[in-house]
Each structure stands twice: as structure tokens, then as C-alpha cells.
């Protein structure tokens, strides 16, 4: 079975720019996660969608946004990039929501200049 | 506010002895505990977990205790092999009811020397 898999891996963008992210669940799974990882921060939680709805929200600005498909496939976008962003962004799926255990993709560097 | 605390950044062990991991919360709402592990260029992967209404988990060389009156947990590697090098990632679950998403502590980079 195929694992969690992030595009694209690596990015680079300038501020004021905006981002996507893709993830592409585990199949079968229909919860996916998103989180923030940066030096001395550890993996902050963006947001959790299932069902193609928001069901939990992390505590980061509007600039970040996320949307599910039916297909269980979802995007992370980041608006008005500033460098405070630059970050791991990390996808994980699960079999439903708020299950215990997840599985993590590898993850999309993305840094701002 | 962080909820979880991971207050060791890193942890150096020579292999063969045991290494503890320990992490701390301050939700008293968490029932469910588990541990990731992660190596640079992956996603973390899931390790081990225990419920709240336990005291100890084992599984082959990684054992779980938690303590919750002293809402403290850790991690216990034996024996360490130097392929247990990696950052260590305390997580947190709230009981139903409460909020459920996973919140994480900073991590412990672990080295084991050979």
C-alpha cells in the first residue's frame, strides 16, 4: 500500500507570494492533517479535514487555508507569504477523524525569501 | 502556550544503555498519548502509544510509561542501537468531548554513539 505522498517536496518562494500544497492520503483513508514544523517549534497542528469539512483548527492566522476533495486528496494554501513561514509542512491521513493513529508523508520544505 | 513540553532539546547515549525521553502536559483533557520518531528528509512514523487508562506499554525494545498525576510521560529505549538516532516527537490526544487534534511537543534529538 502506497504511503502518504506530499508534493512538491521542496519550494522556494518570495514574500507576498502565495503557495499550495498537495497531499495525497493513504488509500481508504479519509482524514487528513496538516502541521507546521519549524526548529525549537516541533509539529504545530494547522487543521484536520474529513469528509471534505474542516473539523479542527489549529491557531495560525487566515492566511492558511486548506480544502478537501472527494477523492480524500487535500491542498494547503498560504497567502501573503512572509518569512516567518518558511517551514516543513507536513500532511498525515487516517482512517477517520480524530483517529489515534497517523500516518505522515515526507513533507514539503518551503522556504521564503 | 504549550501544552506539551519536550524540555530536552537533544540526548546523547552510548549504545547498549538506555535512553529516556521525557515530555510533560499541562492538559489534563489528553487521554491518549503516543510517540513518533522522525530521520531528516522523512515524516515522522509512528512508534508507540498509551491510553490514559494505563500505566506502562511495552513493545520490544520501546516502553511507554505514564504518570498522570504527575501529567509526565517518557520513553524508554533498550538497548539503544545507533539506528535509533533520530528526533523524538512527544503527541497528545484530548478525550471526546475536548478537542482532538494531535498536539505535539518540540522534539528531543536522540544520539546514540556507537
Known amino acids: 500500500k502506497a504511503g502518504v505522498t506530499q508534493t512538491p517536496r521542496y519550494l522556494i518562494k518570495t514574500r507576498g507570494q502565495q503557495v499550495t500544497l498537495s497531499c495525497s492520503p493513504i488509500?481508504?483513508?479519509?482524514?487528513v492533517s496538516w502541521y507546521q514544523q519549524t526548529p525549537g517549534q516541533g509539529l504545530q497542528f494547522l487543521f484536520e479535514?474529513?469528509?471534505?469539512?474542516?473539523?479542527n483548527k489549529g491557531n495560525f492566522p487566515g492566511r492558511f487555508s486548506g480544502r478537501q476533495f472527494s477523492n480524500s486528496r487535500s491542498e494547503m494554501n498560504v497567502s501573503t507569504l512572509e518569512l516567518g513561514d518558511s517551514a516543513l509542512y507536513l500532511c498525515?491521513?487516517?482512517?477517520?477523524?480524530?483517529?489515534?493513529?497517523?500516518?505522515f508523508g515526507p513533507g514539503t520544505r518551503l522556504t521564503v525569501l | 502556550d504549550q501544552q506539551v513540553k519536550q524540555n530536552s532539546p537533544s540526548l546523547s547515549v552510548q549504545e547498549g544503555r538506555i535512553s529516556i525521553l521525557n515530555c510533560d502536559y499541562t492538559?489534563?483533557?489528553?487521554?491518549?498519548f503516543l510517540w513518533y520518531k522522525k530521520y531528516p528528509a522523512e515524516g515522522p512514523t509512528f512508534l508507540i502509544s498509551?491510553?490514559?487508562?494505563?500505566d506502562k506499554n511495552e513493545d520490544g525494545r520501546f516502553t511507554v510509561f505514564l504518570n498522570k498525576s504527575a501529567k509526565h510521560l517518557s520513553l524508554h529505549i533498550v538497548p539503544s542501537q545507533p539506528g535509533d538516532s533520530a528526533v523524538y516527537f512527544c503527541?497528545?490526544?484530548?478525550?471526546?468531548?475536548?478537542?482532538?487534534?494531535?498536539?505535539f511537543g518540540s522534539g528531543t534529538q536522540l544520539t546514540v554513539l556507537p
Open positions: 498525515a491521513s487516517s482512517l477517520a477523524q480524530a483517529y489515534n493513529e497517523q500516518f
Open positions: 488509500s481508504g483513508h479519509r482524514s
Open positions: 479535514y474529513f469528509s471534505e469539512t474542516q473539523r
Open positions: 492538559n489534563s483533557m489528553f487521554d491518549y
Open positions: 498509551i491510553s490514559s487508562i494505563k
Open positions: 503527541g497528545a490526544k484530548g478525550a471526546p468531548g475536548s478537542a482532538r487534534q494531535l498536539t
